[in-house]
T-cell receptor, first 111, second 115 residues
Framework: GEDVEQSLFLSVREGDSSVINCTYT??????LYWYKQEPGAGLQLLTY?????DMKQDQRLTVLLNKKDKHLSLRIADTQTGDSAIYFC???????????FGTGTRLLVSP | DTGVSQNPRHKITKRGQNVTFRCDPI?????LYWYRQTLGQGPEFLTY????????KSRLLSDRFSAERPKGSFSTLEIQRTEQGDSAMYLC?????????????FGPGTRLLVL
């Protein structure tokens, strides 16, 4: 079945890099996404990667995909206090529309 | 582009009452999705529409829940005979519906509290 797991909490200092990790179980996962959620708000799409890619970079964000280990990571360079939020990893299979989310990683950035 | 909008943003109701939520997708998006998010968890898929057709439903969507998208634009989610366990954030998302590689864009959510 589908299962997506994330560590619950990450604390970093402003200016450092943050790395948020995610593992998934479904080998037919084809599309993988990262969303950000601020308190009381909906989800903001940050970036996504398709399973035929190993890496994707978008400004301060770098996504790495290890298909063999079913491991996805999101690196945020030069982390700012405004990056403090909950980050969700999500996967979607070809032929289906539903996203399967992890439980989220709460990122706390201290000055 | 105004993004996905949801109304109301907050709803407090008593157990046993019916509630209805509305979602307006991004203009010209053919696909519309409903998710439920409980405290400390990630969103869970409930159902999705391609235009006015409801194509996928989760087993989470009990017979007390019904969703409609009558004209292929806005959608409503109704919960009948609410229970305390229905307390959650109800999130709506939309996507263009043109390509298998597309992404879903979420609205701000409706937070429901059942007393």
């Amino acid at each position: 079945g589908e299962d997506v797991e994330q560590s619950l909490f990450l604390s970093v200092r402003e200016g450092d890099s943050s790395v948020i990790n995610c593992t998934y179980t479904d080998s037919s996962s084809t599309y993988l996404y990262w969303y950000k959620q601020e308190p009381g708000a909906g989800l903001q799409l940050l970036t996504y990667i398709f399973s035929n890619m190993d890496m994707k970079q978008d400004q301060r964000l770098t996504v790495l995909l290890n298909k063999k280990d079913k491991h996805l990571s999101l690196r945020i360079a030069d982390t700012q206090t405004g990056d403090s939020a909950i980050y969700f990893c999500a996967e979607r299979n070809t032929g289906f529309q539903k996203l399967v989310f992890g439980t989220g990683t709460r990122l706390l950035v201290s000055p | 582009d105004t993004g996905v909008s949801q109304n109301p943003r907050h709803k407090i109701t008593k157990r046993g009452q019916n509630v209805t939520f509305r979602c307006d997708p991004i203009s010209e998006h053919n696909r519309l999705y409903w998710y439920r998010q409980t405290l400390g968890q990630g969103p869970e898929f409930l159902t999705y529409f391609q235009n006015e057709a409801q194509l996928e439903k989760s087993r989470l969507l009990s017979d007390r829940f019904s969703a409609e998208r009558p004209k292929g634009s806005f959608s409503t989610l109704e919960i009948q005979r609410t229970e305390q366990g229905d307390s959650a954030m109800y999130l709506c998302a939309s996507s263009p519906g043109l390509d298998k590689r597309e992404t879903q864009y979420f609205g701000p959510g409706t937070r429901l509290l059942v007393l």
